[in-house]
């Protein structure tokens, strides 16, 4: 059972910049594939971005292909989504679990993009 905590959403302008933040517990962290998720109002949750484990292989949704860098850091146990250029459809609030996502999930953190 991996303990995650997200941190870094907020409220910001259309072109704006975020970078979130998930810390797991756990000294396996290093061992899985992480993901960020999302889940706007009414819609599904969906996978955002998603990194292996030597953070050698990432991958993204086309929605935010060039505007949104997934990184981590093992020895933190943490992994950062780089949010750039935010749009409004961007808004949802984001999660981090493991890729492939399993039953544990933090609590999420909203962004939401407006002027």
């Known amino acids: 059972q991996v303990q995650l905590v997200e941190s870094g959403g907020g409220l910001v302008q259309p072109g704006g910049s975020l970078r979130l933040s998930c810390v797991a517990s756990?000294?396996?962290?290093?061992?899985?594939?992480m993901g960020w998720y999302r889940q706007a109002p009414g819609k599904e949750r969906e996978l955002v971005a998603r990194?292996?484990?030597?953070?050698?292989?990432?991958e993204y949704a086309d929605s935010v292909k060039g505007r949104f860098t997934i990184s981590r850091d093992n020895a933190r146990r943490t992994v950062y989504l780089q949010m750039n250029s935010l749009k409004p459809e961007d808004t949802a609030v984001y999660y981090c679990s493991t890729y492939p996502p399993g039953n544990d999930w933090g609590q999420g953190t909203q962004v939401t993009v407006s002027s």
């Open positions: 756990g000294s396996a962290f290093r061992l899985f594939g």
């Open positions: 990194i292996g484990y030597t953070a050698a292989n990432t």
